[in-house]
């Protein structure tokens, strides 16, 4: 006998069908139906979304899960769950972890890992270059058939020309988008903080938004001259939104996240020296805030991604200087955003959940986030009215580097589903 | 203004009255150190922990011997004879500190906001001896307290500070006071090292030194920082001095009685002509005699230390 879920009376958002209205989405056999028989009916399972958005699963093609290796900050487990609370389905985990996933073992172990452990879909990115050390390139046709969706160095971005150019190349054989944190290092050596008036006022060291702009552009210039997809991480600035904007009218073959802290914070959240500030690429000006705004709603950045970051409290708890760079975001990326682009933005929940759905699903060649028929049950509920504190209650993430603690944001998952199992409700992990 | 602060941790938070207080009682300490018996028992039975992670020698000394005319006393500690070198962390090491039963820390650190995340945890008064390239408050509190013997009110009066402003946690510190006591403040050095950005600190930018020393009422002089730049920021030390070294004909585009300052160690030769370092014109010594009474004055306002018992003084 098959299973069935009704999700009744909540107003479903599925942007990707242009679709939305208040009525029962249908779930059977842990996929999306149009319609159940009468006797599927009487036995199904109900849950009632009235006055609630059901969405399809968010897909998030950016965070760290720390495993293998650095589990005292977060594991797959614990990442998942964080996942799960933020209302996400799927997730993509960066390679920077200890040893870095450039080769087909460690991707097997992450595979393992997530099979055992994980709560949502999770892919694995493989490394660029071997160690990434930007030298040499890493075993990308067997990372390929070990599983991952992407290539990237993350945090440490390849700085030889050459090296970047010939992945370019190398990938497309593979259909893999590169995925690339753009810093130039020798503009950037020991930087910290965006270099600017508060960087001067605060005597730290500054990280130029041009040390952005720079691999930007040279990143467009390689795809353009290769045809290769490169996908532009976490972008900060004012100029690399323009050096994009001019990419995407040439029909370059470039894409570019955005994350909810570069559009909701500024630098001078660095004022009292905050650890919970400090990330890279850094937060940088009110006018650079604006810019990313303006380029996700004309298209020019195309999605938005956590870059989800978790260190320990003891790790982030010390001079500025020393502390790690990065934060959390799953758990508070739906709310965040959605104050900033529904709210100050005066974009659409539909335009919103768009950047966090089907678009980062498409980017990486997903068919996930959208509820189409036949689609995987990868549901997300929320309340856009309830709120909500940032606490150690309603984060599930193993740290708790963020911003916003003990702050209250507006924007709750009551649900999140995934295959058509329920795997977090009123706050908790479902098992 | 009576003094409610626990900390000293930069100039940048104070008012105005609250620097003119630490001036008030840096001059009732002045003229307690011409006495012959030079000590006072304000502090006596407090144990002050001078925790220096970075070299210094001027600063060092000066805030053992203000601790230690306020008979307290004082117990200074190194990086490579602390437990950094064992991987102890900053907060570690200062909490440990508090638990032996000091009652101040005096901190020097290469870190900016380190002095800021010690007092935010420790319940006892922490005083900035330097961090990193943010503030050094009791150097510009000396210096703001020399400027005003020698021209009085610096309400209007041109300060030039020359150098490396880039790294330096004097000229920041020094830009905040300035400013806050009304002299008109410019910054001058090569362009690499003193960026349009300070003119959001509300001091003029100037890469020609004639334009800077006109007309000025005083100018404080910077070290090169060899330490904390990179290799990139100007082509030689000789290339500097020759645009930017102060000798005896530059200084003659200041006013006549204007005076020279630095805070030390000074590069013979290369910031300052040798002879002016020496000359009538240079308070550089001043400066340093005058860093011990008024380091005195924020040893004693952090502590609790009250303007009128000062003023009718037990000895």
């Given at each position: ?22 009525t029962d989405l249908f779930i059977k056999d842990g996929k999306i139906v149009s319609s159940l028989t009468k006797e599927e ?391 | ?89 900053l907060k570690d090491t200062a909490k440990n500190i508090r638990a032996l039963n000091a009652d101040m820390i005096i901190l ?208």
């Open positions: 006998m098959s299973t069935t879920r009704i999700i009744r009376n909540g107003r479903i958002i599925d942007p990707k069908n242009a679709r939305d209205e208040v009916l009487d036995t199904a399972t109900t849950t009632d979304a009235s006055g609630k958005i059901v969405t399809p699963g968010l897909v998030d093609v950016h965070v760290h899960l720390r495993e293998p290796g650095q589990t005292h900050k977060e594991t797959i487990e614990t990442g998942s769950w964080a996942a799960a609370a933020g209302g996400f389905t799927t997730i993509v985990c960066m390679p920077n972890t200890s040893p870095p996933a450039d080769t087909a073992g460690t991707i097997q172990y992450i595979n393992d890992a997530v099979a055992r452990s994980a709560v949502v879909n999770v892919y694995p990115t493989g490394c660029i270059t071997q160690g990434r050390l930007g030298e040499k390139l890493a075993p990308i046709g067997s990372l390929k058939r070990a599983g991952v969706v992407a290539i990237t160095d993350d945090g440490d971005c390849v700085q030889n020309n050459e090296i970047m150019r010939r992945a370019l190349e190398y990938c497309q054989m593979f259909d893999l988008p590169i995925m690339d944190h753009c810093q130039d290092m020798a503009l950037t050596q020991n930087a910290v903080m965006n270099e600017g008036e508060w960087s001067i006022r605060l005597g730290l060291k500054g990280w130029p938004a041009a040390a952005e702009d720079i691999i930007v552009a040279r990143n467009a210039l390689l795809s353009e001259m290769t045809g290769a997809h490169v996908h532009m991480q976490h972008i900060s600035s004012a100029g690399a939104v323009e050096v994009m904007r001019r990419a995407k009218q040439r029909n370059v073959n470039v894409t570019a996240e955005a994350t909810p802290h570069h559009l909701a914070l500024t630098e001078a959240g660095i004022k009292d020296y905050n650890t919970n500030f400090k990330m890279n690429p850094p937060l940088r000006t009110e006018k650079d805030r604006q810019a990313l705004i303006e380029g996700l709603k004309d298209g020019t950045l195309d999605i938005v991604a956590t870059d989800h970051a978790p260190h320990t409290t003891y790790e982030k708890d010390r001079e500025f200087d020393y502390a790690p760079f990065g934060i959390l975001g799953s758990e508070t990326c739906f709310a965040v955003t959605q104050q900033i682009l529904c709210g100050e933005a005066g974009m659409s929940i539909n335009e919103v959940v768009a950047l966090l759905t089907y678009k980062p699903a498409e980017l990486i060649k997903l068919d996930s986030g959208t509820l189409s028929e036949g689609a995987t049950a990868d549901v997300a509920i929320f309340d856009l009215e309830d709120t909500w504190e940032v606490n150690e209650q309603t984060l599930l993430s193993k740290s708790h580097n963020t911003p916003w603690w003990g702050e209250t944001l507006t924007g709750k998952t009551v649900e999140t589903i995934v295959g058509g199992k329920t795997v977090f409700q009123d706050g908790k992990i479902v098992d | 203004m009576d003094w409610t602060r626990k900390d000293l941790i930069g100039i940048e938070p104070l008012e105005k009255a609250e620097i003119e207080t630490i001036f008030h009682v840096a001059g009732a300490f002045k003229r307690i150190l011409k006495r012959s018996v030079k000590k006072v028992p304000v502090l006596r039975g407090k144990t002050i922990v001078n925790l220096f992670l970075e070299p210094s020698t001027r600063t060092r000394l000066a805030f053992e011997m203000a601790a230690t005319r306020l008979s307290a006393d004082v117990i200074s500690m190194n990086a490579d004879a602390s437990s950094f070198v064992k991987g102890e962390t020097r650190h290469s870190a900016p906001g380190s002095a800021l995340y010690l007092s935010k945890f420790l319940d006892i008064p922490v005083i900035n001896a330097g961090d990193g390239s943010h503030e050094h408050p009791t150097q510009a509190l000396l210096d703001g307290f020399t400027l005003i013997e020698h021209l009085g009110d610096l309400k209007g009066r041109k300060i030039t500070i020359l150098g490396d402003i880039l790294f330096s946690r004097v000229a920041r510190s020094n830009i905040f006071s300035l400013t806050k006591l009304g002299a008109e403040v410019t910054v001058a050095g090569p362009a690499t090292l003193v960026p349009k950005t300070f003119e959001s600190m509300g001091v003029k930018v100037v890469h020609d030194l004639k334009t800077a020393l006109n007309d000025a009422d005083a100018v404080m002089l910077l070290r090169i920082q060899h330490e904390r730049q990179s290799s990139t920021h100007f082509p030689s030390i000789g290339e500097y001095t020759s645009i930017f070294g102060l000798d005896k004909r530059r200084a003659a585009w200041l006013k006549p009685n204007a005076i020279i300052m630095h805070p030390g160690p000074i590069n013979r030769g290369v910031e300052i002509d040798s002879e002016l370092a020496d000359s009538e014109q240079s308070v550089i010594l001043e400066q340093v005699s005058n860093g011990i009474a008024v380091r005195m004055a924020v040893l004693f306002l952090c502590t609790g230390g009250s303007i009128s018992a000062l003023e009718s003084p037990a000895e």
